[in-house]
């Protein structure tokens, strides 16, 4: 072997241990954001598929609604009645 390939594979053993850590810690920060982001997505598909059918049981009990419709009719009964004094 050279002498530079030797240097540089001592130079390697000599900070293998480092070297190791600085792996072992971007690997742990890998699987962390990996389960992160994991969670996020089982989360959102999970509140989505929940308010899917959650909609669906709003429609096996309808809501009754009562609308006044007094003040159209006046109006209506005044057009009717203006149309007839203008002939």
């Known amino acids: 072997m050279s002498q ?11 900070n293998r241990k480092k070297n190791m850590k600085k792996q072992k810690a971007k690997n742990a920060i890998a699987a962390a954001c990996g389960t992160v ?19 669906g049981d709003d429609k096996s009990t309808p809501t ?3 609308v006044n419709l007094d ?17």
């Open 64 to 66: 009754q609604t009562e």
């Open 37 to 55: 982001v994991c969670i996020a997505v089982v989360g959102w598909i999970g509140y989505s598929a929940y308010g899917y059918f959650r909609t």
């Open 71 to 87: 003040a159209l009719s006046n109006y209506i009964s005044t057009l009717h009645t203006s149309d007839s004094t203008a002939e």
């Open 4 to 14: 530079a390939k030797v240097d540089r594979y001592k130079n390697e053993k000599a």
